[in-house]
């Protein structure tokens, strides 16, 4: 069963720490994305990447960097943490197509991660 | 920024009945898509339909897309308890580096036994 994995499902972390957050896909993606969830605001990209060290800024990078050392690893990394950063963070990916897109996404279980 | 708008924001129905919940975009696409996500959890993608077509159909589900109205509506038939969820529409740009995705902000559906 192909699989997008999220490396912690909790987690906690206080003001100012730096925080990553791992995902790995194991379908050979070439696409891979970080969403954060927050209630009344649906999903927002935080960051994608369509190839290996290639990253792409979504529509809410600030406070945020990634990491795309490897294809099937994409990791998310909180540089200075803030309680405004508290949030249910959701990997994905999806195959590339030339235009446009005919893919959907494959989405890890979601790490839910709370700043005190 | 918010592609698309689901309606309503929630719905409750009574097991068996149909769910029809509706999605609105602002700008052109290549093609919709429908998630459902389970309480804390990831999304799953339902189905897709593209910019060209009218009508999809995947087991008791019914996805419509109008372009000219720039809306489409997932219908489940035969609704299920196991069919409590959110669900989301989100858009598919015609040129997109990396086929990225925007989502609505879900449509939350209770079934009750």
């Known amino acids: 069963d192909v699989k997008v994995t999220q490396s912690s499902r909790y987690l906690v972390k206080r003001t100012g720490e730096k925080v990553f957050l791992e995902c790995v896909q194991d379908?050979?993606?070439?696409?891979m994305f970080w969403y954060r969830q927050d209630p009344g605001l649906g999903l927002r990209l935080i960051y994608f990447?369509?190839?290996?060290?290639?990253?792409e800024k979504g529509d809410i990078p600030e406070g945020y960097s990634v990491s795309r050392e490897k294809k099937e690893r994409f990791s998310l990394i909180l540089e200075s943490a803030s309680t405004n950063q508290t949030s249910m963070y959701l990997c994905?990916?999806?195959?590339?197509?030339?235009?446009?897109?005919?893919?959907?996404?494959?989405f890890g279980s979601g790490t839910r991660l709370t700043v005190v | 920024s918010q592609q698309g708008e689901e309606d309503p924001q929630a719905l409750s129905i009574q097991e068996g009945e149909n769910a029809t919940m509706n999605c609105s975009y602002k700008?052109?696409?290549?093609?919709l898509q429908w998630y459902r996500q389970n309480s804390g959890r990831g999304l799953v993608h339902l189905i897709l339909?593209?910019?060209?077509?009218r009508e999809k159909h995947s087991g008791r589900l019914r996805v419509t897309l109008d372009t000219s109205k720039k809306s489409s509506s997932l219908l489940i038939t035969a609704s299920r308890a196991a069919d409590t969820a959110s669900y989301f529409c989100?858009?598919?740009?015609?040129?997109?580096?990396?086929?990225?995705?925007?989502f609505g902000g879900g449509t939350r559906v209770l079934v009750k036994p």
């Open positions: 990447s369509y190839d290996v060290k290639m990253k």
């Open positions: 700008t052109s696409i290549n093609n």
């Open positions: 989100a858009t598919a740009p015609h040129v997109a580096a990396g086929n990225k995705l925007t």
């Open positions: 339909i593209r910019s060209n077509e």
């Open positions: 379908m050979d993606h070439e696409n």
């Open positions: 994905a990916s999806s195959l590339r197509t030339g235009t446009g897109s005919d893919y959907g996404y494959t």
